[in-house]
């Protein structure tokens, strides 16, 4: 990625999140409960169902640049659809924390729980995580949906991979070759050397010095046996070719090993090349505790409540030293995606956020940790305790999960936020291909360099020894 290319996604994410400071909430459907009514006073006479409102993205979001309020979320669907089944109003009461709350250490509670327990509400119109210490203070309906809560940081910086050429293989496979190379090396040096023994032969120029086959060195031929071998592997020539018939076969069969291996390589070369070099800060909750980074959590959320309630040494419980709290979405996304803080929360809230962003920018400037903190969080509508609203509501919620209407709703709320959930939408910046930049070769670049400096220094040397030899033989002449 160009500097250019990294400076403009970096100002239309701020411009994004300008946005959404601004209040205006792309991942929200536009569909608004203003008709139903809204009230800040729940001791009104309304017979209409009071029901509790929370952000709760993209389930439920509070527009409060209109008077009155104006509630959007694909859970206004789910709930249009059972009260007019049921041939009922409704309206929604704000509390002051417009979260789903948590039990207070003097045993109350604040936000929409606060509200159901004394009985300012009805139900809680949102997916609602629960927990035993909620299940005892209220009553939940079908499960609605089963999140997770996961952690998201700023997006990985992508660079170019110096040791993409090593890529096309496995260390195994690369230590197989190493071995093999060496086992064919020894076994031609051990035949070679014996036969040489076996059946010498004089050489051509007895005259000018040569010494028959058989009273060469081992070191010649050990010599000769290895550079054909890594020759063979590497595609180069060597002066010196297998003559013997057992030598042959081994040779042969060495030669169609390289073939083959060297095929597989360049095919894989160019894929290893084009991928780029991704390097994750953290991708569990362990991993974020052994860095230095702050952790944010939403104010009143569940895990907020988890971790004020974690058992002393406990890796929840180290979260306190770090924990930032707060219920300020924009300056959340900003801090988050400019990489100062990690945030942890349910992957809707993170699918809802990153379907605005990529909205808007086309681009994913945040990044989900492959391990999530929680799996399998039942979430669903809370009633006041004992409330018949339950068995009411119930039945045609049941119904609607069953036919995949909520699940359809929840769907089309973050339809391009799932994209930044995948690990190869890192390496497909924009829906793009990637383009090979200088930077990708340096590596083979430096194999190549360290090859000509080697080179460099053998033929350096064997000039060296020449012109000594030829300057002793002078002298003795």
Same mark, same amino acid.
């Given at each position: =990625? $160009?500097?250019? %290319? &990294?400076?403009? !996604? @970096? +100002? #239309?994410?701020?411009?994004?999140?300008?946005?959404?400071?601004?209040? =205006? $909430?792309?991942? %929200? &459907?536009?569909? !608004? @409960? +203003? #008709?139903?009514?809204?009230?800040?006073?729940?001791?009104?006479?309304?017979?209409?169902?009071?029901?509790?409102?929370?952000?709760?993205?993209?389930?439920?979001?509070?527009?409060?640049?209109?008077?009155?309020?104006?509630?959007?979320?694909?859970?206004?669907?789910?709930?249009?659809?059972?009260?007019?089944?049921?041939?009922?109003?409704?309206?929604?009461?704000?509390?002051?924390?417009?979260?789903?709350?948590?039990?207070?250490?003097?045993?109350?509670?604040?936000?929409?729980?606060?509200?159901?327990?004394?009985?300012?509400?009805?139900?809680?119109?949102?997916?609602?995580?629960?927990?035993?210490?909620?299940?005892?203070?209220?009553?939940?309906?079908?499960?609605?949906?089963?999140?997770?809560?996961?952690?998201?940081?700023?997006?990985?910086?992508?660079?170019?991979?110096?040791?993409?050429?090593?890529?096309?293989?496995?260390?195994?496979?690369?230590?197989?070759?190493?071995?093999?190379?060496?086992?064919?090396?020894?076994?031609?040096?051990?035949?070679?050397?014996?036969?040489?023994?076996?059946?010498?032969?004089?050489?051509?120029?007895?005259?000018?010095?040569?010494?028959?086959?058989?009273?060469?060195?081992?070191?010649?031929?050990?010599?000769?046996?290895?550079?054909?071998?890594?020759?063979?592997?590497?595609?180069?020539?060597?002066?010196?070719?297998?003559?013997?018939?057992?030598?042959?076969?081994?040779?042969?069969?060495?030669?169609?090993?390289?073939?083959?291996?060297?095929?597989?390589?360049?095919?894989?070369?160019?894929?290893?090349?084009?991928?780029?070099?991704?390097?994750?800060?953290?991708?569990?909750?362990?991993?974020?505790?052994?860095?230095?980074?702050?952790?944010?959590?939403?104010?009143?959320?569940?895990?907020?409540?988890?971790?004020?309630?974690?058992?002393?040494?406990?890796?929840?419980?180290?979260?306190?030293?770090?924990?930032?709290?707060?219920?300020?979405?924009?300056?959340?996304?900003?801090?988050?995606?400019?990489?100062?803080?990690?945030?942890?929360?349910?992957?809707?809230?993170?699918?809802?956020?990153?379907?605005?962003?990529?909205?808007?920018?086309?681009?994913?400037?945040?990044?989900?940790?492959?391990?999530?903190?929680?799996?399998?969080?039942?979430?669903?509508?809370?009633?006041?305790?004992?409330?018949?609203?339950?068995?009411?509501?119930?039945?045609?919620?049941?119904?609607?999960?069953?036919?995949?209407?909520?699940?359809?709703?929840?769907?089309?709320?973050?339809?391009?936020?799932?994209?930044?959930?995948?690990?190869?939408?890192?390496?497909?910046?924009?829906?793009?291909?990637?383009?090979?930049?200088?930077?990708?070769?340096?590596?083979?670049?430096?194999?190549?360099?360290?090859?000509?400096?080697?080179?460099?220094?053998?033929?350096?040397?064997?000039?060296?020894?020449?012109?000594?030899?030829?300057?002793?033989?002078?002298?003795?002449?």
């Amino acid at each position: =990625m $160009t500097v250019a %290319a &990294t400076m403009n !996604t @970096a +100002a #239309t994410v701020t411009a994004a999140v300008a946005i959404v400071a601004i209040g =205006m $909430t792309a991942g %929200a &459907t536009d569909i !608004t @409960a +203003a #008709t139903t009514g809204m009230t800040a006073d729940p001791t009104n006479s309304s017979p209409c169902l009071k029901i509790c409102g929370v952000l709760n993205y993209p389930h439920l979001d509070v527009d409060n640049t209109t008077i009155p309020y104006t509630m959007r979320g694909s859970i206004i669907k789910v709930l249009d659809i059972v009260t007019t089944k049921l041939n009922m109003c409704y309206e929604w009461v704000l509390p002051d924390l417009l979260s789903s709350g948590y039990k207070l250490p003097n045993g109350s509670w604040d936000g929409a729980m606060g509200l159901l327990t004394r009985q300012k509400c009805e139900m809680i119109g949102t997916a609602v995580p629960v927990n035993h210490v909620r299940f005892q203070a209220a009553d939940f309906s079908t499960p609605l949906y089963m999140e997770y809560i996961v952690i998201a940081h700023q997006r990985p910086v992508i660079a170019a991979d110096l040791a993409g050429f090593v890529r096309p293989f496995t260390t195994f496979i690369w230590l197989f070759i190493l071995l093999t190379m060496i086992a064919v090396g020894v076994v031609i040096f051990f035949i070679e050397w014996e036969e040489s023994l076996l059946y010498p032969q004089q050489s051509d120029s007895e005259s000018d010095g040569g010494k028959s086959y058989g009273s060469v060195g081992p070191l010649t031929v050990a010599w000769t046996s290895c550079l054909w071998t890594l020759g063979a592997a590497i595609a180069h020539s060597s002066t010196w070719s297998p003559q013997r018939d057992s030598v042959r076969v081994l040779s042969g069969l060495w030669l169609l090993m390289s073939v083959i291996l060297g095929i597989v390589y360049r095919c894989n070369l160019k894929a290893m090349l084009i991928m780029p070099k991704i390097t994750y800060p953290f991708n569990s909750l362990e991993e974020l505790m052994q860095t230095d980074i702050p952790v944010y959590i939403p104010e009143g959320n569940l895990i907020h409540q988890f971790v004020i309630f974690a058992p002393p040494g406990s890796l929840l419980h180290k979260i306190n030293d770090r924990l930032i709290t707060h219920f300020d979405e924009p300056r959340a996304v900003r801090d988050t995606s400019g990489g100062i803080q990690a945030a942890i929360t349910t992957n809707s809230i993170m699918a809802h956020i990153l379907h605005t962003l990529f909205s808007m920018t086309n681009s994913c400037p945040m990044y989900i940790a492959s391990e999530p903190v929680f799996t399998a969080v039942s979430t669903g509508f809370a009633y006041a305790k004992g409330s018949p609203l339950r068995e009411t509501f119930d039945p045609i919620l049941r119904r609607l999960v069953e036919f995949g209407i909520v699940q359809h709703a929840y769907d089309n709320a973050v339809r391009n936020g799932t994209v930044c959930f995948k690990p190869e939408s890192f390496t497909r910046p924009n829906n793009s291909l990637r383009p090979l930049e200088l930077g990708d070769f340096y590596g083979v670049f430096a194999v190549y360099a360290g090859g000509m400096l080697l080179a460099s220094v053998v033929l350096l040397v064997e000039v060296t020894l020449k012109g000594r030899q030829r300057l002793q033989g002078n002298r003795g002449v």
